[in-house]
């Protein structure tokens, strides 16, 4: 470590208790799918598709410098008791240090993760952090390290490193091995909100498993500038779309029933025999109950088209994490945590 590294002051690393949850995987409101190839050893790691699709927006911003921030969300147990990690949110660091080869997180930094988060639910945690090595490969340099080591390590804290030019991107582990302390998984899950099947399939399919986890041959990777992070596809309506057909066919059924009504009224013969039906319409038109019957029906056809149109312009579910609350592990926070106020990574 450098002198400036040994300046640092750091509090006390709080290890909460885990809250049982069950997982997104067992939630029948997601669907999950598996990028890489996670193991059965590795910490499991939930993915929220919007979260994803928000970092690798950011890393995509500017590949000319390593950009970072941080993960929120919930470290939970399941019914088996072993661990999981669900990341909901993420937080850009707006005031970091950074090289093309180096990310620093600042005061500043800390200062501004703790007036967003306030302006956040309380449910989300930091739970790791992330940054990109832009055409340098998947790896933890030894001031990555550092970082892990000192900020973010708890036992199910997790680390992410992204490499946009190259399209690798890789989770690190917290394991209990002295030789190797921090390793990388084979992969991780996506989840999102069942409605969004499709487009999550469509997802992960644009990542190329090949591409998952630890880059094996170090910084020095030939470019692969041509394979960009997986473009956005979009939003996946199919369901919405089978609700939307149930609500237009009861509009042309509502209508239908209308018309129905209308013809028989004026089309019906008196009881004291045949009728002219222009004349049964007149009729008809000028009893008041008839105009109350029109502006009944009126009023049902206009309000399935209401909600037809309002079906068709929600094309899009709020984040599936959001929609839950799946985190709400009440773990350490750069508030009530004293590394957050003392240390700065210089
Ligand atoms: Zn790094």
Known sequence: MTADDREIRFGEVRAAPCERRLRPDGDRRFRVAACGCPADEDLTIFVDLDALRDLESHALSDTRLELGGVMLGGQYEDDQGRPFVVIADTLRAQHHESTAGSFKFTHETWAEFTRQRAALSDDLQIVGWYHTHPNLGVFLSELDRFICEHFFGRPADVALVLDPC?????????????????????????????????????????????????????????????????????????????????????????????????????????????????????????????????????????????????????????????????????????????????????
């Open 166 to 346: 190259q399209g690798r991107r890789g989770f690190f582990q917290w394991t209990r091995e002295e030789s190797d302390q921090i390793r990388c998984t084979g992969g991780f899950y996506l989840f999102t909100s069942r409605f969004r099947e499709r487009e999550l399939s469509s997802f992960v399919a644009s990542l190329d498993s090949g591409m998952m986890g630890a880059d094996a041959s170090g910084p020095g990777a030939a470019p692969f500038s041509k394979l960009p992070f997986p473009a956005m596809p979009a939003p996946d309506t199919g369901p919405r779309r089978f609700g939307l057909g149930f609500t237009v066919l009861g509009v042309l059924l509502a209508m239908f029933l209308l018309l129905t009504l209308l013809g028989w009224k004026m089309l019906a013969p008196e009881p004291g025999g045949p009728a002219d039906a222009v004349a049964v319409a007149g009729d008809w038109m000028r009893q008041p109950d008839s105009w109350g019957l029109a502006g009944v029906g009126v009023l049902v056809v206009g309000t399935c088209v209401w909600t037809a149109l309002a079906a068709w312009k929600r094309r899009r579910v709020a984040p599936a994490a959001r929609q839950t609350g799946l985190a709400t592990n009440p773990g350490p926070t750069p508030e009530t945590d004293s590394r957050a106020d003392q240390t700065a990574i210089r």
